[in-house]
């Protein structure tokens, strides 16, 4: 398998989760702002819509959005419990909350990372963005990760997405759980592996 990836991009969510998972993967570096792969070609001609991550299938398959393919790596190896298993509540409860991710808060951040954005609209992407961010910190209260007791990817898909509040300048220090959630996933061997793959620490 290969992933493309752009260092610190929502793609650290499948990395995690390949990292995690225990499968033989290249990961291979696609810039958002250069677009341009290792050995100097476009990947644009891998992947039409530019963006990451993507996952290609020794077979030449590709898979293009985050959800899906974390959940495909975690059924690969259904042992790890990276994911519940298919047709359980517990599955579908996996899915509420990479939607929830995706759509809520991985959405939300978007206005934010574009200098093209008014700062009328940016203010009100971040007021919107902090009320998604206080309730979800309710719930991260209520167990150590999104699922309950266990790691899910769906944990590496928030730890993800939330590492960016620093960046454009969300003030979330007030939201206890979520730290504590955030340094709790950030130790986990398989997320240190992935931030040293991309760069992202030492």
Same mark, same amino acid.
């Given at each position: 398998?290969?992933?493309?990836?752009?260092?610190?991009?929502?793609?650290?969510?499948?990395?995690?989760?390949?990292?995690?998972?225990?499968?033989?993967?290249?990961?291979?570096?696609?810039?958002?702002?250069?677009?341009?792969?290792?050995?100097?070609?476009?990947?644009?001609?891998?992947?039409?819509?530019?963006?990451?991550?993507?996952?290609?299938?020794?077979?030449?398959?590709?898979?293009?959005?985050?959800?899906?393919? @974390?959940?495909?790596? +975690?059924?690969?190896?259904?042992? /790890?419990? #990276?994911?519940?298993?298919?047709?359980?509540?517990?599955?579908?409860?996996?899915?509420?909350?990479?939607?929830?991710?995706?759509?809520?808060?991985?959405?939300?951040?978007?206005?934010?990372?574009?200098?093209?954005?008014?700062?009328?609209? /940016?203010? @009100? $992407? /971040?007021?919107?963005?902090?009320?998604?961010?206080?309730? #979800?910190?309710?719930?991260?209260?209520?167990?150590?990760? #999104?699922?309950?007791?266990? !790691?899910?990817? $769906?944990?590496?898909?928030? !730890?993800?997405?939330?590492?960016?509040? /620093?960046?454009?300048?969300?003030? @979330?220090?007030?939201?206890?759980?979520?730290? +504590?959630?955030?340094?709790?996933?950030? $130790?986990?061997?398989?997320?240190?592996?992935?931030?040293?793959?991309?760069? #992202?620490?030492?």
């Amino acid at each position: 398998m290969k992933l493309y990836y752009s260092p610190g991009a929502c793609s650290l969510s499948p990395h995690i989760a390949l990292k995690e998972s225990g499968l033989a993967f290249e990961a291979i570096a696609a810039p958002t702002k250069t677009h341009k792969l290792p050995d100097g070609s476009d990947y644009y001609a891998i992947n039409p819509l530019g963006y990451v991550p993507l996952l290609v299938l020794d077979d030449g398959r590709q898979l293009r959005e985050g959800p899906a393919i @974390v959940q495909y790596i +975690a059924d690969q190896v259904p042992e /790890k419990k #990276l994911a519940p298993a298919n047709g359980t509540f517990e599955r579908y409860k996996l899915q509420e909350w990479l939607n929830f991710i995706g759509t809520e808060l991985h959405k939300g951040f978007s206005p934010l990372f574009n200098p093209a954005m008014p700062q009328e609209g /940016k203010a @009100v $992407a /971040k007021a919107r963005l902090i009320s998604r961010l206080q309730w #979800l910190d309710g719930e991260l209260g209520k167990s150590p990760y #999104l699922l309950g007791d266990s !790691f899910s990817v $769906a944990d590496g898909y928030l !730890f993800t997405v939330t590492n960016w509040c /620093k960046h454009v300048g969300v003030d @979330v220090s007030a939201l206890t759980h979520l730290a +504590a959630f955030s340094e709790r996933v950030g $130790a986990r061997p398989a997320v240190q592996e992935a931030l040293r793959a991309e760069g #992202l620490v030492k």
